[in-house]
């Protein structure tokens, strides 16, 4: 991946493959390009950086893919959760709203079927009261938000979910609740799971494999320095 006018490019011969039910994550350091490639997974790059290569998701090659056939993919077969849920809540907009949208979105199904199975996604992800269905962003904790971006995150069935960094903003606890979410969903559901952190403690005991991205290139296995 390249941005326009760079000397280096950001990210450098990246490779990686992630099996279904598998919980795989990638450790760096800020700036190690972490974000980077997490946008280019999803073609969502900024402009004027694009990607060089391929990109293969279950044999198709997402580089060259249409931009109308990749809004298809997104969501329903890779979506995204994001280090602040700000940047996938609409503050203006309750939470239950918002998660009814990603399911209208990719299936079909009457309104009363749409709040029952909204009800069901947020129960999922630990928010049981009714009262989540109407909440709005601000008056949710963190944690709840999170929780929020990640039901949405979910509902279109995804069979590849990348985490970006998404309890950097929370309390350990939080932090081990969270993941342990994640990779709970994804062995329940075959679901490949690419976590992203800066913290290698917080794979402990979750993640089947893990990676290190480190001067725009992936090493694998970790050092064993990185991970204690």
Known sequence: MRHAGAVEPTLRDVSLQIAPGEVVGLLGESGAGKTTLALALLRL?????????????????????????????????????????????????????????????????????????????????????????EAYPHELSGGQRQRVAVAQALAGGPSLLVADEPTSALDPILQAEVLGLLADRARDRGLALLFITHQPALLSGWADRTLRLAAGRIEEPVPAAFVS
């Open 45 to 133: 790059l900024p402009a004027g950086s694009h990607a060089e290569g391929s990109i293969r998701w279950r044999g198709r090659e997402l580089l060259g893919l249409p931009e109308r056939e990749m809004n298809t993919l997104r969501g329903a077969e890779i979506a995204h959760v994001f280090q602040e849920p700000a940047l996938a809540l609409n503050p203006v907009r309750r939470a239950g709203r918002q998660v009814a949208e990603v399911l209208r979105a990719h299936r079909t199904m009457g309104r009363r079927d749409l709040r029952s199975e909204t009800a069901r996604r947020l129960e999922e992800v630990g928010l049981k009261e009714a009262r989540f269905l």
